[in-house]
């Protein structure tokens, strides 16, 4: 009884103190936002769901705002909205309550990007000098964007510093979502690969998990380990049917593993990130499983008010598989890969105002060898070519000025 009643006051004694410390702690209000305006041209020819090759408009419109009750506890809210937004699922990117004991460990519940590229941490428009983002982060399918549910988080460490992220919820199935004012950030691939094609099937709340860790010296080198774990997503199968495309959903096993790297010497800074994404599918007679190769490289220089910059990126994400029941009863499968080369450069006249302009050349070669001539009918692609090889490329001019505030 004694070793209890001087744990209760030992207890009462520290609430007392962290009581008397809050007394002091004034809350913590912050609000920032965004405004990004887009002006876009591409000289594809071949999407056929493209309404036009130019456009202009308002690309995307962001508020943030944090409040701090107690010196420990945090409320963050951030609403990102474009012409693209669906629903309020798609429109708050983050939403979450975290509760800090000390550097080296953090709690909190809620919406959170996903913390494992570092991308998709700043994809914000006046935090990145390019228009476009890596594909790998922008076709969110080696990671989905946000996950909803509990976040374990700390940091050890001064000049040398070590970290950690555990991220366990539920996300949105992952996919191609357009990004710009045409539409074609995020769907590049798609726009060759299935030019008249929509898949019907809507997105779905999916449960996984990611896990990150870190180590950053002096802010000059930046490495992180990351893996996603969609132990329970689901996969799309183009289903054969008559003739026509009948498309099903199925469900899968995903999981990824990636490693990112940042350099930054005095004005030079230099980021990588390579990618490999798994899924295989779990109820079929005939199981399915994908390899999701992604990877990028830019640089960036940043002298005095401008910030030129260079990037290679590249993809294997639009595959496909295709079930054709009649005469062969067999899967068949398309597979796709896109490279990027991207230069462009961006202008901060005042921290407020940020003017890109950016070129991008894409080219896609897709495979589908061995494929009989009523699937490749039904996909909407040309079966003449005797490889089962075709290849297309277009070019994409995107300017952009951003005032936050």
Known sequence: MKKILTLVFLLFAVFSIKAQEDSTWKPETHITGYVNTEAEYVDLSVWKDAKQNFAAGLSEAAFLVSYKPLKQLEFKGTFVYSHFTQDIQSLLVEGSATYTFNSMLKIGAGKYLTPLSPVNQYFYAPMNASVSLPMLVSHHVILPQSISGLQIAGEFGSELKVGYNVTYGNYLSIGH????????????????????????????????????????????????????????????????????LNPFSTNAIRQTYGIDMQLKFNNLKINGEYWLGTQKTTDLDEQIKYNYPGYYGEIIYEVGKFSPYLRYDYISDAKSTIYFPYPTGKLYSVESELTGYTAGIAFRPIYEILLKLEFRHLSNVMDYSNQNVPILTAMHIDPTNPLGITQNQYNYFGASIVFSF
């Not at 950030?185 to 008249?196: R, S, V």
């Not at 990150?212 to 969609?230: E, H, K, L, P």
Request: glycine share 12%; no cysteine; aromatic share 14%.
């Open 177 to 244: 979502y357009p990004y710009g004012i045409l539409g074609i950030q995020g769907q590049e691939d798609d726009a060759l690969y299935m030019p008249n094609t929509v898949s019907p099937v809507a997105p779905a709340f999916q449960l996984g998990g990611s896990a990150r860790v870190y180590a950053n010296f002096n802010d000059i080198v930046n490495v992180g380990f990351n893996y996603f774990d969609g132990r329970h997503s689901s996969l799309v199968v183009n289903n054969i049917v008559n003739g026509a």
